[in-house]
């Protein structure tokens, strides 16, 4: 089966919380860096070394935009020496923006759906410019393990990866303190249904799924 692709390639200037949700927890220092990060090469080196294998990934989100371009998943260290130098060439003759919209148009998300905006309207049923911050970081914890933190095969794990996700924003600085007490009452809301006994499963399946992904803000983060 052909898989669903990004028909209709969003532009970076129209997806503000995924780009700033994506970068704080794939790649932080994204914008900074010349393709791959060293420090985050050499913790992977460690990790490999005491487990005797290739285990731990260490690729920056220009790495991972080469291995989707042009490489397998496997986990070798020829395949990572490849993505190297692939990413080398990407940054030398593309601007960071350019990598990072590639990128969001060609990572995959589970269920068939390659790039942002074929994700965004399977997920939520809107074009991915129109995503609010829940939904935004929820989707972009998705692609680090599509079949764990789908929001449809396990709601749980993708909402704490989620939390995560909004953790690092904070702590980065791309979230507002108006944002922040509102996702807290969001989140609230979001326990007390959890935790319900009272109302049937299908609903509270349905419910807890739109309430993880329904912010306050509606609006889209000024930049």
Same mark, same amino acid.
């Given at each position: 089966?052909?898989? %669903? ?11 503000? $919380?995924?780009?700033?949700?994506? %970068? ?6 994204? &914008? ?32 991972? $935009? ?13 395949r990572k020496i490849n ?13 960071? *923006? ?9 990572? $995959?998300?589970? #269920? ?5 905006? /074929?994700?965004?309207?399977?997920? &939520? ?7 609010t911050l829940s939904e /935004?970081?929820?989707? /972009? ?22 939390? %995560? ?6 702590? =980065? ?8 007490? =509102? ?6 809301? &979001?326990?007390?249904?959890? #935790? ?6 299908? &609903?509270? *399946?349905?419910?807890? $799924?739109?309430? /993880?992904?329904?912010?306050?803000? =509606? ?5």
């Amino acid at each position: 089966m052909r898989p %669903v692709t990004d028909k209709h390639n969003i532009s970076r200037a129209k997806l503000s $919380y995924l780009i700033d949700a994506t %970068v704080a927890v794939e790649d932080k220092d994204f &914008f900074q860096h010349g393709g791959f990060d060293y420090s985050r090469i050499a913790g992977a080196v460690l990790a490999d070394i005491k487990a005797g294998s290739k285990v731990q990934g260490a690729s920056t989100l220009t790495q991972q $935009y080469a291995r989707n371009l042009y490489l397998t998943h496997e986990k070798t260290w020829t395949r990572k020496i490849n993505e190297m130098l692939y990413a080398y060439r990407l940054e030398l003759f593309y601007s960071k *923006e350019e990598i990072l919209e590639g990128y969001l148009n060609t990572v $995959y998300y589970g #269920h068939g759906m390659y790039g942002v905006e /074929a994700a965004s309207r399977y997920f &939520f049923g809107k074009s991915s410019k129109d995503l609010t911050l829940s939904e /935004a970081s929820m989707l /972009a914890g998705v692609p680090k393990g599509p079949t764990y933190y789908s929001p449809l095969n396990n709601l749980e794990k993708a909402t704490n990866r989620q939390h %995560v996700i909004l953790r690092l924003m904070d702590e =980065q600085g791309k979230i507002t303190a108006e944002e922040k007490t =509102q996702l807290v009452e969001n989140f609230h809301r &979001f326990n007390s249904l959890k #935790h319900s006994t009272s109302l049937p499963n299908a &609903f509270t *399946e349905r419910g807890l $799924y739109m309430l /993880a992904t329904t912010s306050p803000l =509606q609006h889209q983060k000024p930049r």
